[in-house]
């Protein structure tokens, strides 16, 4: 991954997409402080390269790849599958939502399909990727627009269109 980084690069200048959030809110003032969860600077493509080989299970052992499908604990409560269940119109009999963490990953379980995703938000910018395991398929989303949250939902539905993962990715 050439084109990613925690910290400033030269290369950074002209390359990146400017926040665009609600046009009454001002931007908040800009971290300055490293952290993990929020600071990295990456392209589609580098990111894309990544995904694909967390989805081959390249330079990790059986075991990492298995860890990573491994949800540790059901953060699903019996109110939010219900709640999901009811947006995705479908009866509790034939949806089921099992959502946790794996190893770096969310990992999700829709009735018998596993979706192993990512996502982040921030003013202006919000993120999401994910991938279906068996199926080898996934996909990146970078938008940079107060519509983001939309605009992904709409990617999502086209790639997956799942009505019980849609539900479950939120309004």
Not at 98 to 119: E, K, M, P, V, Y
Not at 122 to 142: A, E, K, N, S, Y
């Amino acid at each position: 991954m050439n084109d990613t980084s925690y910290t400033a690069r030269d290369w950074f200048a002209g390359r990146l997409a400017i926040p665009q959030g609600p046009k009454d809110e001002a931007e908040p003032k800009a971290r300055t402080t490293w952290c993990a969860a929020d600071m990295l600077r990456t392209t589609i493509g580098d990111y894309s390269k990544f995904l694909v080989s967390v989805m081959h299970n390249e330079n990790v052992t059986k075991e990492i790849a298995t860890e990573r499908l491994t949800i540790t604990r059901n953060l699903v409560t019996p109110d939010q599958q219900t709640k999901v269940c009811a947006q995705a119109k479908l009866g509790l009999a034939i949806c089921n939502v099992i959502a946790g963490l794996g190893l770096g990953w969310q990992t999700n379980q829709i009735n018998h399909d596993t979706i192993i995703d990512h996502s982040g938000s921030d003013w202006g910018v919000h993120t999401h990727v994910f991938f279906l395991p068996q199926q080898q398929v996934g996909v990146v989303i970078f938008t940079n627009g107060d519509n983001g949250e939309d605009v992904i939902r709409e990617i999502v539905a086209m790639i997956y269109p799942n009505p019980i993962y849609l539900a479950h990715l939120g309004p």
